[in-house]
Structures are given as C-alpha cells and as structure tokens.
C-alpha cells in the first residue's frame, strides 16, 4: 500500500465545530444502504436514506470532510462550469432537463437543508455572483442568464454600473447573479450533515478504508481494512478520491478523472471600513476566467479566495504570492493581503467537465467529476441517488446515467492536466467580439 496522501491543514479546521471522531469499523456489519465516503455527496445520500426509515453505513477512510467536501472555497452555486443547461437535454432528453433543473435548484435546497437541520454551517444565502471578466464575455453573461431563466433558475443579468455598485470596483464587465447561491463553513456542513445522519439512526465509521466492493448477486459485499460490510444498495462517494486510498478501488472510475489540484487561501479579517466598499452584499463571487478569480467573504470577514498555479519550489508562497496580486488588480482599495492560511485539496475534472452518474450494478450507485462545482450538485445528488436506493421509478429521478469510461494513457494525462492552466490562461486573454 503506498503512503497516504496529505494535504495541509485549511482555515476550517480551526472555524468548524468540533466533531468527535466515530470509531473504525471491525467484523462484519449487515445494513441496508453502505455509503462509501464523508463528503457532502455520501452524507447527503445517508441522511436522505436514515430519514426515509433505511438503515444507513457509512464508511469513510479517513475522517468526515476530509476530502474536497472540507476543504472547498465554500461557494454554493447553482450552475456548472461548463456544461450549460441545454446541453443536457442534448445528451440526455427528458431526464437531462430534469438534471439541469436539479442543478438550477441545488443552492435553494442545500440552504434549505441546512435550516431544516439546523446546522450551524455559518450559511449566508446572499447569492451567487459571475462577473464577465471582459467586454466580450458579458454576452456568454447575457446568454447564460437567458439558458437559466428558460430552466426556472431565478438569475438575473447585471449590467456595468450594477456590478461596479455591487463589486465595489470597475474590474468587471457585467455579470449573472443567482440569488439562492451564497456561501457556507465547508467543514462545518460535512460535520453537521454527519450529525444528522447520526441523529436519524445512521451509522459512520471513520479510518475505515474500502479496499473493495462486489455484488454476489443478492448483496453487495464490502471489504476494509479490518472489516466486511453486506448490504442490499451501495453508493460509491469518493469522487476525485477514487483509488487515492486504495489504488485498486473502481478502476475504471478513478480512471475516467483527473484529480486536479486546486490552492484555497485566507486573508486577515478586512475592517469595517474596507468592507462598507468592497463587495459590501458578501455575496459569493466567482469571475468568467478559466484561470478563475474566486472570493467571499468567511463569518469572521476574511477574504477566502484561491487559484491554481504551475511549476515547483515553494508553490504554497508562489501561488499566494499570486492570489493576493490579482486580489488587489481587481480592488485597488486592497494593497496584496498577506495570506494567514494557505491549504489545498483535489478536485475530480474530466475531458468535458460534464459530471457523470453511475450504476455499478443492482442498487449500486456513483457519481464523479465536480469539475469544481460539487458544494450544491454533490448534495443534490445525494438525495438523488437515495431516492432511486428508496425505490422511485428511475424515469421520475434527474440522473443522467452512463457508462463509465476510463481516459486514454490515464496516467499521462495526469501528468500533462496542470498544463491545462496555461491553454486556459490564453483563452482568457482571447476576448470574443460583442
Ligand atoms: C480546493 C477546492 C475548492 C472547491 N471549491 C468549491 C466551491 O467553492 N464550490 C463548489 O461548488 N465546489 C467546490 N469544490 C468542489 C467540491 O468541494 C466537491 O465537488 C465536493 O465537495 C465533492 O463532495 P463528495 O462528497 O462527492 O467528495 P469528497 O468530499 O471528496 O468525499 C470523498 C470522501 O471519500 C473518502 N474516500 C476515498 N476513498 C475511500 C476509500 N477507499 N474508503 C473509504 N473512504 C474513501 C475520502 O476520504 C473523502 O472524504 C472545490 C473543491 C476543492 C478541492
């Protein structure tokens, strides 16, 4: 087995309520629904599934919100990167516009949940906001508000003044703003989301690693490390950490993504004063840019942003070295903030940044490939999956099911992925005509 990865501690695990750690599964343990990972997506699905009266096991191979689910910017989004709504009904007919509705609908149902659950996730559902970085891209602006508002998402399209008003700087173009995205403590969510499962009779078991799964033709049959788990409906929710913990896990699952490496960073709380002109509304912001410029603001008034650089030495300085100089490009107001904490973390992309959902057999589910938009989609499809596990009609459920499919030279193009940053650099200093 080789060593197991690390990644440096985020500014959430110091912000989230502390959370007790379960202890690991050993011997044998017999449940309806095994849930496979303590991500949003896992814990979504258990929680759905407990409530619905199902007995519920999650294993998780290190601790809940270890993977992308605790250490994420925390923007909730009501979008994709790339995939726009119409191309899923392209794809997939009538249940691609059910996902893309589900997509429009995700941000309003995690706040919702929250509340519902009363989880002190330091949620602000004070909108999602994607300014064009460039005269040209406030059509791409324009059009997508338009694609959205024809699947009931309520967007609204922001012109210049607007934007300067609300970004508190003249960098941006124009821009889409959702008004039910918002932004959430990313490791507080997992772990409250976990308490509830508890809460509802399900069961977790942390430093419980899966090193397999297989279908006898009646059960799934789970084995970890010191452990079996036999179960009627299983649900794979290790996203860009499929194989990372145990190579062997889904090959072909963990081979259909690249894990992309994404930085997150925190500046020092930004005084009253600064704030009364800088994004004042402390709605989430993600920008038009491949090479992307992402910020909100945390409940302690930090600028939380991010971004992702090439090359070696000390990439933790280099990259908030960068982050911060493009902070300030943006808001002159804002001389480069020095960084108090600078973490990363994977996130799973695949060649067209359509997620993917998976039947792995008989009750057997999975879905990969965030491309980076995972806070509200994994929740959503949480409850997704658990609705087919509780039995509706597949014909009345928003998942667009494929085979999975394994990239090419899978670990060259893991290799090369970085050097996507550098194509999408040159694509954002290409500005369309109007
Ligand atoms: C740095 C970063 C910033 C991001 N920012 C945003 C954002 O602002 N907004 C947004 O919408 N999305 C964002 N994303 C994406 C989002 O965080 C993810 O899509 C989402 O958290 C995925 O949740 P998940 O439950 O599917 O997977 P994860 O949270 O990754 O959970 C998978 C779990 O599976 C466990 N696991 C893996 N292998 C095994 C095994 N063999 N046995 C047992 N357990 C195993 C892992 O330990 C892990 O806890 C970001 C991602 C990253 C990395």
């Known amino acids: 087995m080789s060593a197991p990865i690390t990644f440096p501690p985020s500014l959430w695990a110091e912000t989230a309520p502390t959370r007790m750690p379960t202890v690991a599964l050993v011997g044998t343990v017999e449940t309806d629904t095994v849930v496979i990972g303590g991500g949003f997506s896992g814990l979504s699905a258990a929680l759905h599934l407990s409530k619905a009266g199902r007995e519920v096991t999650v294993l998780e191979g290190q601790a809940v919100g270890w993977g992308a689910s605790g250490r994420n910017n925390g923007q909730v989004i009501p979008t994709l990167t790339a995939a726009e709504p119409d191309m899923w009904v392209q794809r997939f007919g009538e249940t691609g516009r059910k996902f893309a509705q589900l997509i429009g609908a995700s941000a309003g149902m995690l706040f919702d949940k929250i509340r519902e659950e009363r989880i002190d996730a330091e949620a602000e559902q004070t909108g999602w906001f994607q300014p064009a970085h460039s005269a040209g891209r406030t059509k791409l602006s324009l059009n997508r508000t338009k694609a959205w508002q024809r699947f009931g998402l309520e967007v609204e399209y922001l012109d210049r003044a607007a934007t300067c008003d609300l970004m508190g700087t003249d960098h941006w173009y124009g821009g889409m703003l959702a ?106 912001v993600s920008d038009t840019r491949g090479d992307l410029r992402f910020f909100r603001y945390d409940a302690r008034n930090r600028l939380i942003t991010g971004g992702a650089i090439l090359g070696g030495g000390d990439v933790r300085a280099r990259i908030a070295r960068k982050v911060a100089a493009n902070l300030a490009d943006c808001f002159p107001q804002l001389a480069p903030p020095t960084m108090t904490h600078v973490w990363s973390g994977y996130l799973s992309m695949n060649w067209d940044r359509f997620p993917r959902v998976h039947q792995l057999g008989p009750n057997g589910w999975a879905w990969i490939g965030c491309n980076g938009r995972g806070v509200a989609l994994g929740n959503a499809l949480g409850r997704e999956i658990a609705r087919a596990i509780d039995g509706e009609d597949l014909r009345d459920l928003a998942l667009p099911i494929t085979e999975p499919q394994a990239l090419p030279f899978h670990p060259i193009a893991r290799r090369i992925a970085p050097l996507y940053l550098t194509w999408l650099q040159r694509k954002d200093r290409i500005d369309p005509k109007l």
Do not use: C
């Open 179 to 284: 008004p039910s995205g918002g932004h959430i403590n990313p490791l507080a969510l997992a772990r409250g989301l976990a308490g509830a499962v508890e809460r509802n009779g399900g069961k977790i078991f942390e430093q419980t690693r899966v090193d397999s799964y297989t279908h006898d033709g009646t059960d799934w049959i789970v084995k970890t490390s010191n452990g079996t788990v036999k179960a009627r409906a299983l649900v794979l929710a290790t996203n860009a950490y499929t194989g990372e913990l145990a190579p062997r896990l889904a090959r072909r699952l963990a081979q259909s993504i690249v894990p992309v490496l994404s930085w997150q960073m925190a500046t020092e709380p930004l005084s009253d004063d600064l704030r009364a002109g800088l994004l004042k509304g402390r709605q989430a």
